[in-house]
């Protein structure tokens, strides 16, 4: 038997099948683009996207054969749902966080809900890269939209409910609604009743990591997979990726290298709303019961595919297909050793805790006509790292402390980029050794919940393992030391001036 994980990201999805000892089967990955039909706006093509998650699946569950599929779990990235009918239509396009709709409703939202109230009760912030103003917007500016649709799903529970199980929501995603009551474990009358959204249109809620049913006999039929494959409810990406690379404990935090350069430290217990409002920092069920986890993060590698798509459009195929060289390999092999002479302020998009910025813009500074197309690539790289080691130097006031950071994600396979995090942050980064645990957590959570193991702690025992750890390098941590001081002081400098260019 084989465990199959599923992972619905922003620009991609990927499915790999696995045996119970973590080796890989079979994997298969898609590509797709975020659309923008106007400016300001930022949705992905349901359609389009379910059929790339469908093609993933067909693939994997083609290659492994000899070794079925047993049961299944599906991962995906937080805010963003699909609106779908009784009978498993597919009714619009999915409006991620970062899309600006929604944004007209917070002035209201806060005269009605108070934040202490709001994370007092769900864990969050009010903001506008939550569901729960996507889903006003839609109500009020598509309202044939919102009477026709039967459950607004998060893509883990739209696949899940795809593929033949009644629709749920596990509780990691169902807190980026804002609408999820983080200790009652289920919708907040509250927040339901003072926002408006009616609780009709939402899914019933589970744990992460629960059996929610079948794949239905003719969906099986459809992707080559096996009668009564178990669906497991998955949870948000960046748990599942946690989970696959064995951050479940105190003391660890995954550092994910994906769309969204993201950092989750784990802990057991709710830390006082006064401790981490200050920070921006949120609460959320970890996949693992008993465990709780937040987010630091920013949009690393959409910067990062920014900078493929605008710098080297030219070069993208012919070097993948002419050498069986990633593209991102030739890139970063032109960066220089030292500390880039860019220094990048990352607010590309709307930025992450402490502020969620969403009125900035990017910045690059020191360019001079010498500087090469590596020293720009490589003030990306270290623009998004910077940025998180300001995140982080709150944390152990907080009482969340972190020992050991775990990479994850596509960008962790470049050694380049880890050494510059471990330079930065000053502490070891240990590279998993699959670095799509997303879909290696998912499997993990199947297993857990169908019998291959006892629990999620023996599933991760028995299936993650680790590769090379990037401790800092001496000689660049001064240097680093330097350049942090220089790009603390970036954003406070710009801060209006940058406000009034984007108004």
Same mark, same amino acid.
């Given at each position: 038997?084989? !465990? &199959?994980?599923?992972?619905?990201?922003?620009?991609?999805?990927?499915?790999?099948?696995?045996? &119970?000892?973590?080796?890989?089967?079979?994997?298969? =990955?898609?590509?797709?683009?975020?659309?923008?039909?106007?400016?300001?706006?930022?949705?992905?093509?349901?359609?389009?996207?379910?059929?790339?998650?469908?093609?993933?699946?067909?693939?994997?569950?083609?290659?492994?054969?000899?070794?079925?599929?047993?049961?299944?779990?599906?991962?995906?990235?937080?805010?963003?749902?699909?609106?779908? @009918?009784?009978?498993?239509?597919?009714?619009?396009?999915?409006?991620?966080?970062?899309?600006? %709709?929604?944004?007209? =409703?917070?002035?209201?939202?806060?005269?009605?809900?108070?934040?202490?109230?709001?994370?007092?009760?769900?864990?969050?912030?009010?903001?506008?890269?939550?569901?729960?103003?996507?889903?006003?917007? +839609?109500?009020?500016?598509?309202?044939?939209?919102?009477?026709? @649709?039967?459950?607004? !799903?998060?893509?883990?529970?739209?696949?899940?409910?795809?593929?033949?199980?009644?629709?749920?929501?596990?509780?990691?995603?169902?807190?980026?609604?804002?609408?999820?009551?983080?200790? %009652?474990?289920?919708?907040?009358?509250?927040?339901?009743?003072?926002?408006?959204?009616?609780?009709?249109?939402?899914?019933?809620?589970?744990?992460?990591?629960?059996?929610?049913?079948?794949?239905?006999?003719?969906?099986?039929?459809?992707?080559?997979?096996?009668?009564?494959?178990? +669906?497991?409810?998955?949870?948000?990406?960046?748990?599942?990726?946690?989970?696959?690379?064995? *951050?479940?404990?105190?003391?660890?935090?995954?550092?994910?290298?994906?769309?969204?350069?993201?950092?989750?430290?784990?802990?057991?217990?709710?830390?006082?709303?006064?401790?981490?409002?200050?920070?921006?920092?949120?609460?959320?069920?970890?996949?693992?019961?008993?465990?709780?986890?937040?987010? #630091?993060?920013?949009?690393?590698?959409?910067?990062?595919?920014?900078?493929?798509?605008?710098?080297?459009?030219?070069?993208?195929?012919?070097?993948?297909?002419?050498?069986?060289?990633?593209?991102?390999?030739?890139?970063?092999?032109?960066?220089?050793?030292?500390?880039?002479?860019?220094?990048?302020?990352?607010?590309?998009?709307?930025?992450?805790?402490?502020?969620?910025?969403?009125?900035?813009?990017?910045?690059?500074?020191? &360019?001079?006509?010498? @500087?090469?197309?590596?020293?720009?690539?490589?003030?990306?790289?270290?623009?998004?790292? #910077?940025?998180?080691?300001?995140?982080?130097?709150?944390?152990?006031?907080?009482?969340?402390?972190?020992?050991?950071?775990?990479?994850?994600?596509?960008?962790?396979?470049?050694?380049?980029?880890?050494?510059?995090?471990?330079? +930065?942050?000053?502490?070891?980064?240990?590279?998993?050794?699959?670095?799509?645990?997303?879909?290696?957590?998912?499997?993990?959570?199947?297993?857990?919940?169908?019998?291959?193991?006892?629990?999620?702690?023996?599933? *991760?025992?028995?299936?993650?393992? #680790?590769?090379? @750890?990037?401790?800092?390098?001496?000689?660049?941590?001064?240097?680093?030391?330097?350049?942090?001081?220089?790009?603390?002081?970036?954003?406070? &400098?710009?801060?209006?001036?940058?406000?009034?260019?984007?108004?």
């Amino acid at each position: 038997m084989s !465990l &199959l994980g599923v992972d619905i990201g922003t620009t991609g999805c990927k499915a790999s099948a696995f045996a &119970l000892d973590g080796t890989v089967i079979a994997a298969a =990955y898609r590509e797709y683009d975020v659309q923008s039909p106007e400016p300001g706006h930022a949705q992905l093509d349901s359609e389009r996207v379910w059929d790339h998650v469908k093609e993933v699946i067909r693939e994997v569950a083609s290659l492994c054969a000899g070794d079925p599929v047993a049961a299944l779990s599906v991962s995906s990235l937080g805010e963003a749902v699909v609106p779908v @009918t009784e009978d498993r239509g597919i009714l619009g396009p999915s409006i991620l966080n970062f899309d600006g %709709r929604g944004a007209e =409703y917070l002035e209201a939202l806060r005269e009605r809900i108070q934040d202490e109230d709001l994370y007092r009760i769900n864990g969050n912030t009010l903001g506008n890269h939550y569901t729960l103003t996507k889903l006003l917007w +839609i109500r009020d500016h598509e309202p044939d939209l919102y009477a026709r @649709t039967y459950k607004f !799903l998060h893509w883990g529970a739209f696949a899940s409910f795809m593929l033949g199980a009644e629709p749920s929501v596990d509780y990691a995603l169902a807190n980026r609604t804002l609408l999820f009551d983080v200790d %009652r474990e289920t919708w907040s009358d509250e927040l339901l009743a003072d926002s408006g959204i009616d609780p009709a249109k939402l899914p019933e809620t589970v744990p992460c990591g629960s059996a929610i049913g079948e794949v239905s006999g003719a969906v099986a039929k459809e992707l080559g997979l096996p009668p009564k494959v178990a +669906i497991v409810s998955g949870a948000h990406d960046q748990c599942a990726n946690a989970v696959g690379c064995g *951050v479940i404990d105190e003391g660890r935090a995954m550092f994910g290298m994906g769309t969204y350069i993201c950092i989750v430290p784990v802990f057991s217990e709710r830390r006082d709303a006064s401790v981490m409002m200050d920070h921006g920092l949120n609460t959320e069920h970890h996949a693992v019961p008993g465990r709780y986890v937040c987010f #630091l993060y920013n949009h690393g590698g959409s910067m990062l595919k920014w900078y493929r798509d605008t710098f080297a459009a030219a070069e993208r195929a012919d070097t993948s297909i002419a050498s069986g060289r990633s593209i991102y390999d030739t890139l970063i092999g032109e960066i220089p050793d030292a500390p880039s002479g860019v220094v990048v302020l990352p607010h590309f998009s709307a930025t992450g805790p402490p502020e969620f910025i969403s009125d900035s813009s990017g910045v690059m500074a020191g &360019l001079r006509l010498e @500087t090469q197309r590596g020293d720009i690539l490589k003030g990306i790289l270290e623009g998004a790292v #910077l940025y998180l080691r300001e995140c982080l130097e709150p944390l152990p006031s907080k009482g969340i402390a972190i020992q050991e950071f775990r990479a994850v994600g596509g960008g962790s396979r470049s050694d380049a980029w880890l050494q510059i995090a471990a330079d +930065i942050l000053g502490k070891p980064l240990t590279r998993a050794a699959l670095a799509e645990a997303g879909a290696l957590g998912g499997a993990i959570l199947a297993g857990a919940a169908t019998g291959a193991f006892d629990s999620v702690e023996e599933g *991760v025992a028995a299936m993650v393992r #680790l590769d090379r @750890t990037f401790e800092p390098d001496p000689k660049q941590l001064p240097l680093y030391d330097l350049r942090y001081e220089q790009y603390h002081r970036l954003w406070p &400098l710009m801060r209006d001036y940058l406000r009034n260019l984007r108004s």
